[in-house]
Structures are given as structure tokens and as C-alpha cells.
């Protein structure tokens, strides 16, 4: 099984010049390989004609009809307007750029074969700039046979003549000298097609083709794709995790005194998970190779202790231990946990963000950089250039949710040390769907905290629309009399953080008057984070001073890590705008202590079907792996992982959810492959191209 075959290049086909392979190039395209893997995003069906009364909006279709008036409208758009009816309804044919002979063609009684897709229109159902063609009344013109492939378009390239270069390139595929990359018994034993007959069948399906499995993407040809796919993201993500673990890291001894009087300060013991994940951190401490971990653990289960005794074991070894927070509240919660415990032990903690600044930040990266302080604590500050650290032996990424995988990979390399890369330990903020895990994380072990701490309640979730603010006014007000303490949560569309924040303003207002008793605090995105920090200490209160705050009017920025254990009540307002792990995860906000919590979800009414439904899941589950997997159901990987907007995780032909039950062939194939990098290599060339796969270690 050689890769070393020589490809052709595109050039070598008719119709490709100059000018067309640099618009090939674009698309990534450089030689019949890359061209027969641009696969179809989607097919139409060209098959049979429907009769026009039959259509509905959104429909894509086929007719066949007669021209009863063509007729060209000068309004702000000159656009050639052209009715047609086929005996069941009629349609309207709409052209903004066309040519005075087009308006010949189509002149009266003229019979056409037109397709495109129905939409709206002034007068009735449209297609806009369909794709038509005369017919001869003579001759009898047969429909087509089979799907019609549709590609990812660049700028200037029809789709006609992607269809015309694959019958080339499909021609070369038969002279058999493209490999099949899967062992044959197990392409066997799992009935995946062979490439070839794969590849054929996807850009030129047969007509005997099963339509159904077809347009869903789920024959056994699109199948095989989907797997090899996988296999190859799993392998390229496997390659870099090799690449790290060959670079060689620190072996640390086992816990040893530090952590023992560390266990015995501690105000309570750990859970059984947690002593277990810490086993397993520990033991990856003391091997040659960086650890490359994930830890989930529902929101309060308990990680910060986990991070800090890994952060323990690198000390006891004489090495520096990074934490980095996503948010400067965040690291600041961090840090004075990390103070509390660690200073009682003599090891010196630090603290770093973008807004410690002057001769403090330059002490402060003076003591990195000398190895003075052995833990450090920060923001992505923390991987900035100026930043030396003396021996830096471990950093704890936590709340890893925030980062996208590009990003990830890229602080794995900032975190990198000279030769040898320090261990990592990723923390996420709630679970992740399994089927992420064994996809876009692929590159770590998992560990997961499956037990909270003893002696917490559930948080009781109720629903509620918001015409009934004013008994979930009464209701904070008996909490705050009870010596509880509230957050009010105000959300709005994402993208506008002005509003969100100002929203939040006038809620804090508001309430400020109904509630004069209490003492309202406000927080959001738009203040300093010196102001920030400072509101939250007098929510949550010092050892000795107590908090002086009953309620904390918020916007989302206290969705991460936050904890407060005397919060014992959370309002969150249209909660429909949020997605279900968001909600979980600020929900977890509450619930910290040994009182009975509540949440309060007061949504805008009247609220969708699905709307109402992920409400309920809400309510009725307190379990973060499952609220993770439901999540994804309804929003999709790319919302799920963050990545939809950077467009990272994009697959061709693969779906995560639809191809989940792929994923477990994929990770058992993707271990045996990885030790044969010929032909890892040629699964991600195939799949991935020559130069732009995740992050470049
Ligand atoms: P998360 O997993 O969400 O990051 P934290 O690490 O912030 O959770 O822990 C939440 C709270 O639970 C903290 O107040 C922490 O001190 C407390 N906690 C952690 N582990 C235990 C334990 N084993 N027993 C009791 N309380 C614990
Ligand atoms: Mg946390």
C-alpha cells in the first residue's frame, strides 16, 4: 500500500488552464486526488417532473411548462419577468441579469423544462434564475437519470464545469491507481464499500441508486467516506499528540509530603473521583513523556483541588506550575484559593492578567522568570511573549470550553519549553457529548469526575413565564430575608454585548426600587475588570469580613467557575436565548452549599415548541453529561465546540451526529494506523491536504 504514487495535476485535463487551476487552487484543489475528494455537499433530484400545483415554498423541482407572458419591469432593477403554468398552477419566472435574445426565447407558448428553487413571491410561487432549457416538441427529452451532484462553489465557477472536469477525473480513477487506504478485512467485517466504487458513486450516482439514503447521507457508498474522514481528523490529531510525547517532558516523583500536609489542611476530603482522576493525573506526572489530559467533571465537582495537586507534584519536583483561567474573574478566584492553600505550605503563588501593569507586572515576570514564584496564576496573559517562565513543568488550562482546538493547540505550543513540552492537564467547564470527546479531542485521555461532593442539593429548577415577575420578586425578597443571597441573570442575543449590559443596568435599577431593603450589586462585560473583581469580592465576602451584597444583578459573565457557596437562588430572564450547557453551567452558580437551591428560568412568553421543551430538560435534569448530550442534539457540533463561526472541525462529508456510531471503528482503526506513518500520512493528505491541518507543532 504505497502513497508514493504520482498524482497528476489538474492541469493535465481538458478545460483546466491557467486561469482555472489558480480557481482550483483556491478551492484546494491541486491535483485529480484533491479534485475526485471535493465531494457533493448535497444532491438534487432531477429525476421526475412535479406538477406545479404540488409545490410548496423551499422546494427545489423539476417542471415542465408553457410561457404565457414574458415581460421586462423597470423599477430600481430592470428584471425579466416570465409566467408559465403547466395545467396545474402557474409560476413566475424571475431573471435580473439577462440578454435581450433571452427575452426571444421565452417568448409566448414556448414549452420549457426549468429547475430551481420555489420561493415567495409578489404574485404567487417564483423561481429566481432558474436553470432552464427549450424544449423541442418534436423530439421526446428525457429527465435525468440518477442525482445531480452539487459542490462547494468558489467564486466563478459553475457548477457545470465541476461535473465536466470529475467525468475526466473519474475517468483517470478507473485506470485503478488511486489506493484504497483500509485494510481489507476490516473494510469487510465493518461492510464498507471499496474506495473507488465509493468515490464513482458519490459523483456519479446510479440510478438504481437508493434516493432516500442518498439525500440523507446514508448510503453505504457516503458511509465509507464519512469513515475514511474521520479516520483521518482522528489521525491527525493522534500525529500531534506523538509529536509532543516524542519531544520528551519532566518526570515528576509521586506525591510525596507536600501533598500529604496539602490533603490534611484541606477543610474537607475528597471524593472518590477525585482521588481516582488524581491518581491518574499523578501517574502521568511521573512518566517521560508530557501528560496530555482532559478532565470533566460537572460544574461543581470539585476540579480546582484536582489542578492543585497536580500543580503539588510539579512543585515537590522543583518545577513551576501554570493555571490559566479563561476570564480575569476567573483568575482571581484562582489565585486567592491557590494563596489560601498553598502559602501555609511556603511556596509563593503569582498572579498574572492583562491588567496588572507597570513595576508590578515586571516583578512579577522577574519572579517568573527566576523561578521566585512557583505557581502561577492568569489569563491567556500567561502565554504572551515577554513571558519567561524558569522551568515551567505543568500548565492547567481550565475551563477549556472557551477554547476553540486551533487555540488550544496554539497555547500547547506557547506553553512549550525549549526541547520538552510541559505536562498538560485541560479542565472543561461542563461534560462534553462522548461523541466530542472521540472526535475533537482526540489528542488527550480522558479523565472524568463522575461524583459530587457529599451533601450538596439538587438545584430545584421551576419554569416560569414573565408575567409573573412580581411573585419572583417576592420570592428573592423572602431568600434575602432568609440571609440568602441572589443572582439575577440578564441575557440578550449574544452579539450584542452593549445591550446585554445595558439591559442588566436597567434590571439593577429597577429592582433597586422594588427591593429598596436590599442591597443590589450590578456586573457585566462592559466594567473594568479592577471593578469587576472588586464587586465580586463584596458578593461573596472575606473570611473576616462578610458579604455585603444580598443581590447580584449579572449579565453572562458569571457563567464560568464563579462560587459563592451562600448563593442559594439564580433568576435567569429568557433563558430561551441560551443554549442548554450555558444554562447549566450558570445554574451551577447555585446549589453550592448544604440549603436547599433554586432557578428560577422566567422566559418571555409565549415561547416555541422546542423552546418549551429544552426548558423542561432543564428542569428535569441536574446532570450535566446529560443536559451535554441533549445539547448537542438540538444545537450541533459547532455550536457545541464553539468552533461554527471559525469554521474549524468542518468535514466534508462526515456529521458527527449523524456518523457518531462510526466513532468507536474510527478511534480502534486510528490506534493501529498511527504506527504506520506512511499510510497516516496518506489518509490526512488524502483528507486534509498538504498544508492546512490543526495547529502546526
Ligand atoms: P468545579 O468543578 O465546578 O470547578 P470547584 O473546584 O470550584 O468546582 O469546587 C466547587 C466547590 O466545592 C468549592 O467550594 C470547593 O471548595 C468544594 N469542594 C471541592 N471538592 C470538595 C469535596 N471533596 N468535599 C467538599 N467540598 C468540595
Ligand atoms: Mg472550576
Redesign the pocket.
Known sequence: MSSSINIPCVSVLKGVGAAMQIKLERLGIENLQDLLFHLPIRYQDRTSLRNIGTLRIGDEALVEVSVSLTEIKFGKKKTLLCRVSDGTGSLTLRFFHFSASQKNTLSKGKKLRCFGEVRPGPNGLEMVHPEYKALDEEIDTPVEQSLTPVYPMTEGLQQNRVRSLMAQALLWLESGELPELLPEHLRKRWQLPELHRSLVFLHAPSPQADRELMLNGMHPAQRRLAFEELLAHHLTLLHLRKKIQAQGGFRFNQPAQLSQQFLQNL?????GA?QRVSAEIAADLAKPQPMLRLVQ?????????VAALAALQAVENNYQAAIMAPTEILAEQHYSCFKAWFEPLNIKVGMLTGKIKGKKREQQLKDYANGDVQVIVGTHALFQEEVRFYNLGLAVI?EQHRFGVHQRLSLREKGRDGERSPHQLI?TATPIPRTLTMSAYADLDCSV?DEL???RTPVKTVVIPDDKRDKVIDRVKLACEQKRQVYWVCTLIEESEALQCQAAEVTAEQLKQQLPELKIGLIHGRMKSAEKVAIMAKFKGTSDQPAELDLLVATTVIEV?V?V?NASVMIIENPERLGLAQLHQLR?RVG?GSIESFCLLMYRAPLSYSGKQRLQIMRDSNDGFVIAEKDLEIRGPGEVLGTRQTGEMQFKIADLQRDADLLERVQELAQQVSQDSVLSEAVTRRWLGAGEQYGHV
Not at 477543610?267 to 471524593?271: E, K, M
Not at 467533571?297 to 483541588?305: C, E, L, R
Open positions: 477543610a474537607f476530603t475528597l471524593t477525585q467533571g460537572d460544574v461543581g465537582s470539585g476540579k480546582t483541588v481550565d479542565m469526575i461532593p457529599p451533601g467557575g462560587d457557596p451551577g453550592r
